[in-house]
T-cell receptor, first 112, second 112 residues
């Protein structure tokens, strides 16, 4: 069945460092792909999404490109801030349009 | 995108009791979903709730334990019945307007 694999965390970075969180997926066809963020004590917020191959989603300095050849959707940011500390979830939606399938989440901790 | 209000935000319940969680969406959505997030884990889909029909449950979840109502296109409830400490989790609802999935802020349930 469909699945999402994320790199294991936690990821610990200093402020202004570059961030990459790897995400790969297994799915039938070409699913829509999402990154969600969960700040401490809060619910999930949609960070960005891409609905077809080669699409780039971006928001708040974060970017991810839908790569069908490598079935990947890696999350990147050029310069992280302390306020980016959160758990990041990669997810896909299959072609049936049913509920999202989530990766296990990657915890990011940024120190000043 | 739609805004989902979820309540209660947290609760502490006694073993053997039931808790009903409510989700209200500020616009009509076709599908609503209920997820469980156990401590330190990713999100697991409990069931899909469609208006006018019984909810569809995922493997490992049953209606007797997690009854769901969906009386209209903007509202749904999830009940956690006969609670045990193993039910201590965050429960989240989401809705599927066009363009993506929006999540409620979650209900943090602790069963003692």
């Amino acid at each position: 069945g469909d699945s999402v694999t994320q790199m294991e965390g936690p990821v610990t970075l200093s402020e202004e460092a570059c961030l990459t969180i790897n995400c790969t997926y297994t799915a039938t066809g070409y699913p829509s792909l999402f990154w969600y963020v969960q700040y401490p004590g809060e619910g999930l917020q949609l960070l960005l999404k891409a609905t077809k191959a080669d699409d780039k989603g971006s928001n708040k300095g974060f970017e991810a490109t839908y790569r069908k050849e490598t079935t990947s959707f890696h999350l990147e940011k050029g310069s992280v801030q302390v306020s980016d500390s959160a758990v990041y979830f990669c997810a896909l939606m299959n072609q049936a349009g049913t509920a999202l399938i989530f990766g296990k989440g990657t915890t990011l901790s940024v120190s000043s | 995108s739609a805004v989902i209000s979820q309540k209660p935000s947290r609760d502490i319940c006694q073993r053997g009791t039931s808790l009903t969680i409510q989700c209200q969406v500020d616009s009509q959505v076709t599908m609503m979903f209920w997820y469980r997030q156990q401590p330190g884990q990713s999100l697991t889909l409990i069931a899909t709730a469609n208006q006018g029909s019984e909810a569809t449950y995922e493997s490992g979840f049953v209606i007797d334990k997690f009854p769901i109502s969906r009386p209209n296109l903007t509202f749904s409830t999830l009940t956690v019945s006969n609670q045990s400490p193993e039910d201590s989790s965050i429960y989240l609802c989401s809705g599927s307007p066009l363009g993506g999935y929006t999540f409620g802020s979650g209900t943090r349930l602790t069963v003692v």
